[in-house]
């Protein structure tokens, strides 16, 4: 008897969107880069909401690391888990030991060397910076995925360093042509 098995299907370098079913409050309107994603769970960034009262500058100072030359920026908040933790996640023209690479689509990086090369001007050209990060044990965002709070998009890495938008939700949802108003929030049933 043959017996095919299919390869699994990973996520990394794609976005979650939460649906305008989401259950849980903390991820409601939220857009995550999913950054690994293997049979061992996953890990993504949030890069749909800005911590409020906190800057880039502010955690350059909190490394001593000189802020005279630095841009500044909102900080996202990556996550639930882990809020004191700071990720970058970056275009892939600068790689230091620690990055990962995500595909070929953007690096992340937690290293206070990545801090200062942004601070100094030798950093990405592209980059934000977030804290904390959302985590899924094996198996889980498999199965919260057959849920009514998720959906996956190809999306773009350009959707990571928008700018001119206060809505990345809003952004996400209308770069893929719907409108997600018009989505329902609960499931039906035949």
Known sequence: MLTTMQDPIFFSGQFLLATPGMADPRFARSVLAICSHDENGALGINI???VEGVSFHDILKQFDI??????????FLGGPMETQRGFIIHSLDINMSDTLQVRDCWGL???IDMLGAIAQGRGPAKWIIALGYSGWGEGQLESE???NGWTIAKGSPDWLYATGTADKWLMAWEALGIDPTMLSSGFGSA
């Open 48 to 50: 749909g909401e800005t």
């Open 66 to 75: 000189d802020t005279t030359d630095a841009p500044d920026c909102d900080v």
């Open 109 to 111: 990086s937690s290293s």
């Open 145 to 147: 995925l057959t849920q």
